[in-house]
């Protein structure tokens, strides 16, 4: 393993940092899904309070506009009862000319215990991680079109719980593959937990030209991709896909590849839909299928708040231990 | 001052001195040794002397880069590295374009310099692509070539005059090929890059730039040198072009010959360069193509920067290495693997060079020749030790490594300038 696979890790195979899905190990993906699953009650929701946290401070370092995603690590870090500072750095220092690295050894100075990070280029946590003192965690929140962990894990945590081991499951990810951090970490995230069947459907031109490194089958046509799978993610199409001419339209893309309820015929039986969302009806979903009883998107969000959780309980007791 | 170098193995190969022993330095040339009279001795202890090298790409950054080098820092490290004649690039900041900027290169070289430093300017006002520079002043003042430093054209309408100008007053012009609209991205499109989620760049980049370099230089008959090529169907378009009689020559850049897009999985910017590494088939493409002949020359594409210019996520840094000062050293690394025989690297850095910008007084040991050599230990490796860099750029991917190869001396005009 190198780079941020490696970092993230202690030599004991512990989780210090979460950077990627990949090299994660089936046996550390299941220890923190079940932590995330121990912090949801009995009616599915997440635990309003645990002290997990108190007196530890999480600063959120968001370089890139997110409402979803920092929503929900900041509700994750309130409920394990850590104090919360967000920074929206666009409007902040580096607005001012400061560097990353600058305004990262400030925010060590101000004795933080976990970094939550959103930026749009690639490796960018990498970096943090690679820079700050030792015991500070950093958590990957979405990095150019490199990695979105945290969401691969809630993923990973809805076909766990509607389906089962993903080890006997076929995985379809459906849309603009090649510009999706999501998908990427999704594909790690399943080749670790030994999924036999990944998928890729898509147009070429949203397609990386090297699925089979990854270990994953593409298909241009979405009736041969989606025959037998057990699980269906859509990914969300950017409206810069069509002034970049990747796309002809968002109903040419539907009409090829958006997910309707024929559609849905192709796979098993009880298949689920998954989205990362927001959602585009009409583009990549119709409304009978996103409202439909085989679509889990809004209970995706809520294991997003538990998967952050486990991840953030994880890290920071990590860290903890390598201070002591 | 005469000098005596004895009991040495002189490697010049093709040249007429190739294994003599002995080599005789008077007035900052070669002579034949036994018409020294009482000349200084050097015992050299069974050592190599070659040729100086020759580079035909370096950033020296001055004027206006000083905070990432000086033609003084700079010039001292690639004689560390065994080179005694750059080719210094003219992106500076102001970029090289007017006489002044060309004599002032050669008065700091001068002045301050170790090597020697053979200025090239813009063929465009600025570098901008737009308007044509004063190229006959230019040549004038003492630049040896004229290139665009990287920065694209304005048109194809644009270069083809600029090739077509430059062919009337016989001037050779350096091209980087690459397609505007490809260009871009700080990792090759492979699977590695991908993977780590970076901004790709298509080899279609170059390869599409190369096609429109061609053609024009087909069209307008101007001696080009094409500069770094990074991928195996560029090599393929050359072999094909200098077939077909075109008068080109091409170089390939040392980390292209040294390492691929594998390099970039731990994420360390020293990896980001502005031609990105490629596949491993591609860098064999390379190496066959020096060996083949396809290929003319090596070249550092030194690129020293201030520390804080990689203080930043991968694909938000400067792009670049420092790497001058291992060169000979590299050069050993490759023929010690049994990748790219040391002859043909060692022609790749001299007599070829030296033919391409009409140079016949170096890059060869003869009698009568501008005395410019490099003395070293083939069997004493170099420890490459940051604390001991001389080039202000510590962007060097090969710190802490152990390379063969020690040099214990290098001469410029006869004059000993490295010991």
Same mark, same amino acid.
């Given at each position: ?38 912090? #949801? ?69 101000? &004795? ?133 001419? #990747? ?71 990590? &860290? ?5 | ?16 001195? *190739? ?15 036994? @018409? ?7 015992? +050299? ?34 004689? @560390? ?9 003219? *992106? ?10 060309? @004599? ?11 090597? @020697? ?22 040549? /004038? ?34 091209? /980087? $090929? ?13 699977? %590695? ?53 075109? $008068? ?16 970039? %999985? =731990? ?20 190496? *066959? ?47 010690? =693997?049994?990748?790219? $025989? ?8 001299? +007599? ?8 016949? +007084? ?34 060097? $991917? ?13 001469? %410029? ?5 490295? *010991?």
């Amino acid at each position: 393993m190198h780079g941020p696979a490696a970092l993230q890790l202690t030599s004991e195979g512990r989780l210090k940092h979460l950077l990627t899905t990949e090299g994660l190990s089936k046996a550390l993906i299941t220890e923190l899904l079940n932590t995330a699953e121990s912090f #949801l009650s009995s009616q599915g929701q997440p635990v309003k309070k645990a002290p997990l946290l108190r007196g530890k401070t999480v600063v959120n370092l968001f370089f890139e506009n997110s409402t979803r995603t920092r929503t929900t690590f900041d509700i994750a870090a309130h409920r394990l009862s850590a104090d919360v500072v967000t920074l929206d750095i666009r409007t902040s220092s580096a607005s001012k000319g400061e560097t990353l690295f600058d305004t990262l050894k400030n925010l060590e100075a101000m &004795q933080a215990d976990l970094f939550v990070v959103r930026h749009s280029a690639g490796g960018a946590p990498f970096f943090i991680a690679n820079r700050v003192t030792p015991n500070i965690a950093v958590i990957n929140a979405g990095d150019g079109t490199h990695a979105h962990p945290t969401q691969a894990l809630l993923d990973l945590m809805t076909i766990r719980k509607h389906k089962g081991d993903p080890a006997n499951l076929s995985v379809a990810i459906v849309g603009d593959v090649k510009h999706s951090r999501v998908a990427r970490s999704l594909i790690h995230g399943l080749r670790g937990m030994k999924c036999p069947d990944i998928r890729a459907i898509g147009p070429g031109t949203l397609l990386p030209g090297d699925l089979d490194h990854l270990g994953v089958r593409a298909f241009h046509r979405i009736d041969h991709g989606l025959a037998g799978v057990d699980v269906i993610v859509l990914l969300r199409l950017q409206k810069e896909r069509m002034t970049s001419a #990747l796309l002809p339209s968002e109903r040419e893309f539907f009409n090829l590849y958006g997910m309707t309820e024929d559609r849905l015929k192709y796979s098993r039986p009880g298949a689920i839909v998954m989205h990362p969302g927001p959602i585009n009806r009409g583009v990549e979903i119709s409304n009978e299928v996103a409202d439909g009883p085989q679509a889990v998107i809004l209970d995706q969000v809520t294991n997003g708040i538990a998967v952050r959780m486990a991840v953030m309980a994880m890290t920071i007791s990590t &860290q903890q231990d390598l201070v002591s | 001052m005469s000098l005596l170098i004895e009991h040495i193995k002189i490697h010049s190969p093709g040249g007429p001195l *190739n294994n003599q022993t002995a080599i005789g330095i008077d007035q900052g040339l070669f002579v034949d040794p036994n @018409r020294l009279q009482s000349p200084d001795r050097l015992d +050299g202890k069974g050592q190599h002397l070659i040729p100086g090298l020759i580079d035909l790409r370096a950033h020296l950054r001055e004027p206006g880069l000083e905070h990432k080098g000086t033609i003084g820092s700079e010039t001292l490290a690639a004689v @560390r590295g065994g080179i005694t004649t750059v080719l210094a690039m003219p *992106n500076t900041d102001p970029v090289i374009d007017s006489p002044a900027a060309v @004599r002032l290169v050669l008065e700091r070289a001068e002045k301050i310099g170790f090597c @020697r430093v053979l200025p090239t300017a813009m063929l465009t006002l600025g570098g901008k692509g737009l308007q044509l520079s004063e190229m006959a002043a230019l040549v /004038d003042a003492g630049c040896v070539a004229l290139a665009q430093g990287s920065r694209p054209f304005g048109s194809q309408k644009i270069e083809y005059h600029a090739l077509k100008y430059a062919k009337s007053l016989g001037v050779t012009v350096i091209l /980087d $090929p690459e397609a505007p609209d490809f260009a871009g991205g700080c990792a090759h499109a492979g699977y %590695v890059g991908t993977g780590l989620g970076l901004p790709l760049n298509s080899p279609l980049s170059e390869v599409l730039g190369l096609g429109t370099d061609l053609e024009l230089i087909e069209a307008t008959g101007v001696r080009a040198h094409i500069s770094r090529l990074t991928t195996a169907t560029a090599v393929d378009r050359i072999r094909e072009a200098k077939a077909r009689g075109l $008068p080109i020559s091409c170089d390939v850049s040392l980390a292209h010959l040294l390492y691929t897009e594998t390099a970039l %999985v =731990n994420l360390d910017p020293v990896f980001h360069l502005e031609r990105p590494l490629r596949t491993e088939a591609d860098r064999k493409a390379l190496i *066959n193509g020096l060996i083949d002949g396809t290929i003319d020359a090596i070249v550092t594409d030194h690129t020293p920067h201030e520390s804080g210019a990689k203080l930043a996520p991968f694909p938000e840094t400067e792009t670049g290495m420092s790497i001058i000062e291992a060169t000979l050293n590299l050069l050993l690394t490759l023929d010690q =693997n049994d990748e790219l $025989p040391f002859d043909i690297s060692l022609q790749a850095m001299t +007599g070829n060079p030296a033919k391409l910008f009409q140079k016949p +007084g170096f890059g060869q040991i003869a009698f009568g020749l501008s005395a410019d050599c490099v003395l070293y230990d083939s069997t004493k490796p170099t420890h490459i030790d940051s604390s001991h860099w001389i080039s202000a750029g510590h962007n060097s $991917p090969i710190f802490g490594q152990e390379l063969p190869g020690t040099i214990t001396g290098v001469w %410029v005009a006869g004059k000993q300038v490295q *010991n």
